[in-house]
């Protein structure tokens, strides 16, 4: 029997009076998988992980969370699930260990105070659990914000923007966190602006504009949207080299970049490389490197987002 | 559930009391309206012009007992004043400060999130109400006017008490729910919900004045009707306090 994926949307759609704020969703999420939700302001993101996470119900379609329907049982959903809101607020009067602990005393079968503790050492913020969150930078209350997603230990973590407004410095030890959760068996499902975060960290991404544009590994949508091209940096521009190039049936295009590199468009990027390279060499050219023309996410993003727009 | 209500319970009291406003509100509100029923019951009938008390045998006492017989409605307002600022405070504020979303994320209940918060608000307007009423005889026996206490302490008076108050403190609390879904700050809400206080006003008045007479049977038929309106409006404010609205409307 084929494993069951942990999180599924079946045409899963919400409107709001009028406007529709997702379009019949359909995509899947495995187990330890970190998939990354992109697209403009209101592309649904938010809305998505609201009705994953049984926060709101949806106007029609089905999900399921770990085997549960969110809109069914809001509340086993939230047993195994944690979400960080796009703006965590917190009783600002209050100290950060009270705060959690509160948070923690809706759960059953943990201590509040022992776990309100833990997460807090995690986060490094032991030495200021008694101090006023009100206090508190803005860095520091997103990691507090991410102590109390994790307070229950969760399976899955929907994250809405976690890095957004922090430092580079924070914003880096907040994704090292995300990436041991999902060493620990984390599934998440993170929603950002930031493309090189959500290239970084995820293992699939999903590009948003009320309905589902794309979902697939960074690789796979650069491939989708653009050919593979090869760059070959040689040690001397060679006309030759490229008229030689020009000849093979196995070159589909060749240009001079005006960087001064060759850019080259083959029939089998994996197959014909060796077969580039001895033309090359043949034809008099010193190669001093051969990469993949990786294009930025960006621009595979814009071209996603553009197409639909369009 | 037992569980999680407490658990509210005991956050709603803990940013009460970190918030030294709120608890002298909770004091002073009530002595100001004891202080000021045991002054007037005192000084009105001391210096009031004896003409007034009329030909046909009216004394002090007569006045007294007629500001004592107030009372009872008068103490309304103290529930109804805490309820509401309490409600403002716990809802109001975790709109403004967004704590309402990752509430919503936890396994707690709406109804509970709701229970928890009106025990933490209508309660201790309750209670208070009550200690006030006991210290108002408390001081009463104290001045000496007994005798006139116990013309007052009627089966009116603890239906009042015991009936009439936690219909009005509950009434106070979901009308400040139901301000606080509209209302953009806790002030803007107090000030919506205040309204609140204008039918006790109105109720006194007619007390006063002698236009209607608060039997038991009046009374009891006062707390039952306003029961009813508290269920229908609990209906409402349930709905307002519905996951969706706060996510997609109160934000």
């Known amino acids: 029997m084929e494993p069951r994926p942990l999180l599924a949307a079946h045409d899963l759609s919400k409107r709001f009076r009028d406007r529709v704020a997702v379009d019949g969703l359909n995509f899947t999420v495995e187990q330890g998988e970190i998939v990354g939700l992109l697209g403009p302001n209101g592309a649904g993101k938010t809305t998505t992980l609201r009705m994953l996470a049984g926060i709101i119900g949806p106007t029609s379609g089905t999900a399921t969370v770990d085997g549960v329907d969110p809109a069914r049982e809001p509340e086993k959903v939230h047993e195994s699930i944690g979400f960080l809101t796009e703006t965590p607020g917190f009783y600002e009067r209050l100290s950060a260990e009270r705060n959690l602990a509160y948070f923690a005393g809706f759960y059953e079968g943990i201590d509040a105070k022992i776990a309100a503790r833990r997460e807090l050492a995690r986060m490094d913020l032991a030495d200021r659990a008694s101090d006023r969150v009100g206090t508190f930078s803005k860095g520091m209350k997103q990691r507090l914000a991410l102590a109390r997603v994790l307070l229950h230990a969760p399976r899955i973590l929907f994250l809405d923007e976690p890095t957004a407004g922090l430092d580079p410095e924070a914003a880096r030890d907040l994704r090292d966190l995300i990436v041991a959760l999902r060493a620990d068996g984390c599934t998440v499902l993170l929603s950002t602006h930031n493309l090189a975060e959500a290239e970084a960290l995820s293992d699939r991404i999903a590009v948003f504009r009320t309905r589902l544009v794309a979902i697939d590994t960074p690789r796979t949508l650069r491939e989708r949207q653009f050919q593979r091209r090869l760059r070959v940096r040689l040690v001397a521009e060679s006309e030759a080299c490229r008229a030689a190039l020009q000849r093979e049936e196995f070159v589909r295009d060749v240009r001079w970049l005006e960087d001064g590199t060759l850019s080259v468009l083959l029939a089998d990027p994996d197959r014909d490389r060796p077969r580039l390279v001895t033309r090359i060499v043949e034809a008099g050219g010193q190669i001093l490197e051969v990469r993949e023309d990786e294009r930025p996410l960006e621009e595979v993003y814009l071209n996603l987002v553009g197409g639909e727009e369009a | ?251």
């Not at chain 2, 400060?97 to 229970?115: D, F, H, I, K, N």
Request: proline share 6%; with cysteine; charged share 15%.
């Open chain 2, 1 to 251: 559930m037992k569980r999680r209500i407490t658990n509210v319970v005991r956050m709603e009291w803990a940013g009460i009391a970190a918030t030294p406003s709120s608890l002298l509100f909770l004091v002073v509100i009530p002595l100001i309206l004891v202080g000021q029923a045991l002054f007037l019951s005192w000084v009105v009938p001391r210096f009031v012009n004896p003409e007034i008390l009329g030909p046909a045998g009216g004394n002090a006492d007569t006045l007294r007992l007629l500001i004592l017989r107030q009372f009872p409605f008068f103490v309304l307002l103290i529930p109804a004043m805490v309820a509401n600022v309490f409600a403002t405070l716990g809802i109001v504020e975790e709109k403004v400060s967004r704590t309402l979303e990752p509430l919503l994320a936890t396994p707690v209940r709406t109804w509970e999130l709701l229970t928890g918060k009106i025990l933490s608000g209508a309660v201790p307007g309750l209670v208070v109400a009550w200690l006030s009423a006991g210290l108002f005889i408390a001081a009463g026996y104290a001045l000496g006017w007994g005798a006139l206490l116990r013309i007052c302490l009627t089966p009116t008076f603890y239906l009042s008490l015991f009936l009439l108050m936690p219909a009005v403190s509950l009434l106070s609390f979901v009308i400040g729910v139901i301000g606080s879904s509209r209302a953009r700050d806790a002030k803007e809400a107090q000030n919506l919900a205040m309204v609140v206080v204008l039918p006790i006003f109105a109720i006194i008045g007619l007390q006063v004045t002698g236009l209607v007479e608060f039997t038991p049977l009046r009374t009891l038929f006062l707390s039952l009707s306003l029961a009813a309106v508290d269920i229908l409006l609990l209906r409402v404010a349930v709905r307002l306090f519905g996951r969706e609205s706060i996510v997609t409307r109160w934000a």
